[in-house]
């Protein structure tokens, strides 16, 4: 049975495990390895532990092997009360595909951070993209290009 939690300090190590194995695994389609690498250099065990500090973060848990399924995080858009982001939204690969993605989003979608927003934004990898699309979020002013960090932005207006 998979189950919803926030994050605690004590997951730090497994999430960020998370991360790697998916982005190795999943993402590795879309982007380089140098570019992976990169970006898991700002995803570290203490990276989610100090962003845990100001968003709210989550994790699913597969409860009957007591493993860290997916994890996914809301929070302020630069700092505004009107508009919001997630971040850091994975899956381990193994878990795709299983609506394990779609609880997530749904979870995030009832934070208060969502639900004061009028805007929510995700940064969106390549390998991403047509999961949020489904999920109802829309390209940023229409503008269907990677930026310079190879992400898509995309939103959703409550």
């Not at 381990?92 to 609506?99: A, D, N, R, T």
Request: hydrophobic share 40%; with cysteine.
């Amino acid at each position: 049975m998979i189950i919803n939690r926030i994050f605690r300090d004590s997951d730090a190590s497994e999430v960020a495990s998370l991360v790697r194995k998916t982005m190795y695994t999943t993402n590795i389609g879309d982007y380089s390895k140098e570019y992976i690498e990169a970006d898991l250099k700002k995803l570290t065990a203490q990276d989610f532990i100090e962003k845990a500090k100001y968003f709210h973060c989550y994790v699913l848990v597969n409860d009957t092997v007591n493993r860290i399924v997916a994890v996914g995080s809301i929070g302020p858009y630069w700092g505004k009360k009107d508009e919001s982001s997630f971040f850091n939204v994975f899956v381990l690969p193994e878990y795709q595909g299983m609506g394990i993605g779609r609880k997530l989003i749904k979870l995030l979608e009832n934070d208060i951070f969502f639900l004061r927003a009028k805007r929510i934004e995700i940064p969106a990898s390549i390998t991403g993209l047509g999961f949020y699309q489904k999920m109802g979020y829309r390209f940023k002013d229409g503008n269907d290009s990677l930026d310079n960090e190879q992400l898509y932005r995309l939103e959703k207006f409550n």
